[in-house]
């Protein structure tokens, strides 16, 4: 009797660690190749190194490589999902320091095609998940796909990943202001990628910053810089994350800086009234506030 009286109250302790808020960020970027899913990778590793459950969704549903990324073969992705014969939690796969990833299909057009139906029946499916997750972190896809302005929208902060190119700083104002006027997305945090040195990356952020301040009602926060460095290319190629592979270089330390940053980001506890990824954990927490 006693045990089943432990048993139950494991389970009611883990149904309650399961319901709690989840940080949910979106990683997007405007242009390809400014090296945005080199960083969602990098600071899901470096958030789990510190000790949070944090899973990786790979939301560029059609062109998926987080998996090849890391070096892994997941048997089932998200595809699966919608087809209605696996679960969020049957196709996750662990990859380095206990992050969890949600694979999706590369290759695949009816993936890449999805409505805003199907994306919103794919975030309400993360409600049915039974597990604790301190943070989940959104790959999204280059541009402003569908899938980029449901995905970010549904999340509570959104990342945008720059580069020193042209392209790249007029893509991440078109997807920010998109956001912003057409979704009232407000709030932006901003990372200068590939950099030769910190006041480089701060003179790009300027330069959407300015741009932001006069035609946009944005707020945007200056995230930090992750530095050209070779070690970074060199774990590409190994097929492991900068953080894991070379912790010690310039990349890591970098990604390790960002990481913390994130850790100290408060929770959204309330829903904001449309359509959220774990929209039930919000309306619990904010019925226990009453």
Not at 19 to 44: D, E, F, Q, Y
Request: aromatic letters at 6%.
């Amino acid at each position: 009797m006693a045990e089943n009286t432990h048993d139950q109250a494991a389970g009611l302790r883990k149904m309650a660690q399961a319901a709690r808020p989840v940080k949910v960020i979106a990683i997007a970027s405007g242009k390809g190749g400014v090296g945005k899913t080199n960083v969602t990778v990098n600071l899901g590793v470096a958030l789990a190194a510190l000790g949070k459950e944090v899973v990786l969704l790979d939301a560029d549903l059609g062109l998926a490589n987080i998996d090849v990324m890391l070096g892994l073969h997941p048997q089932f992705n998200l595809l699966h999902v919608l087809d209605g014969t696996k679960t969020l939690n049957e196709i996750m796969v662990e990859g380095p320091s206990g992050l969890k990833i949600i694979p999706a299909t590369s290759g695949v057009k009816k993936m890449a095609e999805l409505s805003s139906a199907e994306h919103a029946g794919m975030i309400q499916a993360f409600s049915e998940m039974d597990q604790h997750i301190d943070v989940l972190l959104i790959d999204s896809a280059a541009g402003i796909a569908d899938s980029v302005i449901s995905f970010s929208k549904a999340a509570q902060e959104v990342i945008v990943v720059v580069c020193d190119e042209p392209a790249s700083i007029t893509d991440a104002y078109a997807l920010i202001k998109l956001l912003s006027r057409e979704h009232q997305v407000e709030r932006f945090h901003i990372v200068t990628n590939m950099c030769r040195s910190v006041q480089e990356g701060r003179e790009l952020f300027d330069k959407i910053s300015l741009v932001c301040d006069r035609f946009l009602d944005v707020t945007l926060d200056f995230m930090g810089i992750v530095p050209f460095d070779e070690d970074l290319r060199r774990s590409v190629k190994k097929q492991r994350s900068v953080v894991e592979a070379f912790p010690r270089s310039k990349a890591a330390t970098a990604f390790n800086h960002l990481a913390k940053k994130i850790e100290y980001w408060p929770v959204q506890k309330q829903p904001r009234g449309h359509m959220e990824f774990f929209v039930e954990r919000l309306i619990q927490a904010s019925m226990e506030m009453v």
